[in-house]
Every structure is written in structure tokens, then in C-alpha cells.
């Protein structure tokens, strides 16, 4: 199949670390990437992983990613209340063309 | 802002009916992608156009067609209406063709559609 699944809500106190999770089915998936949606906006891209890393730390986002058990996390240190958006857990696979397989979307919310 | 533009911003219409969204992508990107966004079917890839020729198909409907012209910019048509086209329609661009990962997508604000 190609589903890559995430949980739908997190909700996290201003200053905590936030950490969201998702799975994927497809073993040659080649990269990983998470992307972030504000209201009304676009989709924007956080990051992105090889799929022969295991972290990728950028400023206060780190990604983990568990080849084995196809799992990505990502994780946001020091949350503020202008992370709350949805995040979007992506795959993608070189079928000739570029084809990306997104999850459903976190939706973080921030309390201050 | 991502330097990617889509217009119009809103869209309603009737059942039945076509529409053509219309996409620009960043200055110098050869490559353009459709995407929808619905509530029940999240953000599903719909095609990928680069330097005006096909180069990647997801799940685009048999109604639904798209193209790239000369000067890169892309049209999404829409035909035959239903109301579950209602969606949230996404254009991105990136710098080539696309190769899976390497290069990043940039995306448009997207055209909300609303089909009655």
C-alpha cells in the first residue's frame, strides 16, 4: 500500500518539546520529508532525510527516522505559540517521475 | 510568500461546470505539480509537469487534465463537476525534473474550490 500515517492531534505547553510521529509502508521509499501548513497557507517545506540517515538536526527540529521500522519523528525543541500549524509527514519514491505519498497531517497546537 | 502564484484564490461553481485553475511557478523552476486537498482525502499528488511535457501522474481523475506552457506556466482543468471536487487545489514548483528528494517544492497559497 502506500499509506503514511500520522496521528491527527498533539497539543503541547509553550517551551516543551513537541514530538510527532509517522509511519510509512513503502521500503524504497528514498526520502523522507516533513512539511508545515499554516492556516490559509501553503505548504511549506521543514526538512527533508535520506533514507540511509537515522537524524537530521536543524536548529530547533530534529528528525529521526527508524529504516526498520518505518517510522519518522520529528521533534521540536523549545515549541512556540507560532508552531502551531499542521505537519505533514511526506514520502517520496523514484518511480520514473516524482511521486510524493502525503499523510493526513498533524494538527500541533501550542498553549501558552 | 514562496514565489509560487496561484490564481484565483477562490472559486465557486455549480455542478457540471469547468473550471481552469492556473498556476506560475518560481522564477526559473522548470518543474510543476497539482495537488488536492480535501478533509476526507488529505493532500493527494495529482500530476507533475516538467519543461512542458508529462512526467509523473498520481490520482488525477479522467475529468480533471492539466498542461504546461511555454513559458512554464500550468493549467489545472477541471470538467464535468461533482461535489466532492470541492478542495483545496496546490500548485508547487521546483528547479528540475523532479528527481525523488533531491530537489524541494515549493508551494502556492492553492485555489479553494467550492462546487454547489
Known amino acids: 500500500g502506500e499509506d503514511v500515517e500520522q496521528s491527527l492531534f498533539l497539543s503541547v505547553r509553550e517551551g516543551d518539546s513537541s514530538v510527532i510521529n509517522c509511519t510509512y509502508t513503502d521500503s524504497s521509499s528514498t526520502y523522507l520529508y516533513w512539511y508545515k501548513q499554516e492556516p490559509g497557507a501553503g505548504l511549506q517545506l521543514l526538512t527533508y532525510?535520506?533514507?540511509?540517515?537515522d537524524m537530521k538536526q536543524d536548529q530547533r527540529l530534529t528528525v529521526l527516522l527508524n529504516k526498520k521500522d518505518k517510522h519518522l519523528s520529528l521533534r521540536i525543541a523549545d515549541t512556540q505559540t507560532g508552531d502551531s500549524a499542521i505537519y505533514f509527514c511526506a514520502e517520496s519514491r523514484d518511480t520514473g517521475g516524482f511521486k510524493t505519498i502525503f499523510g493526513a497531517g498533524t494538527r500541533l497546537f501550542v498553549k501558552a | 510568500d514562496s514565489g509560487v502564484t496561484q490564481t484565483p484564490k477562490h472559486l465557486i461553481t455549480a455542478t457540471g461546470q469547468r473550471v481552469t485553475l492556473r498556476c506560475s511557478p518560481r522564477s526559473g523552476d522548470l518543474s510543476v505539480y497539482w495537488y488536492q486537498q480535501s478533509l476526507d482525502q488529505g493532500l493527494q499528488f495529482l500530476i507533475q509537469y516538467y519543461n512542458g511535457e508529462e512526467r509523473a501522474k498520481g490520482n488525477i481523475l479522467e475529468r480533471f487534465s492539466a498542461q504546461q506552457f511555454p513559458d512554464l506556466h500550468s493549467e489545472l482543468n477541471l470538467s464535468s463537476l461533482e461535489l466532492g471536487d470541492s478542495a483545496l487545489y496546490f500548485c508547487?514548483?521546483?528547479?528540475?525534473?523532479?528527481?525523488?528528494?533531491?530537489?524541494?517544492?515549493?508551494f502556492g497559497p492553492g485555489t479553494r474550490l467550492l462546487v454547489l
Open positions: 532525510i535520506f533514507s540511509n540517515m
Open positions: 508547487a514548483s521546483s528547479a528540475g525534473f523532479g528527481l525523488a528528494g533531491v530537489e524541494t517544492q515549493y
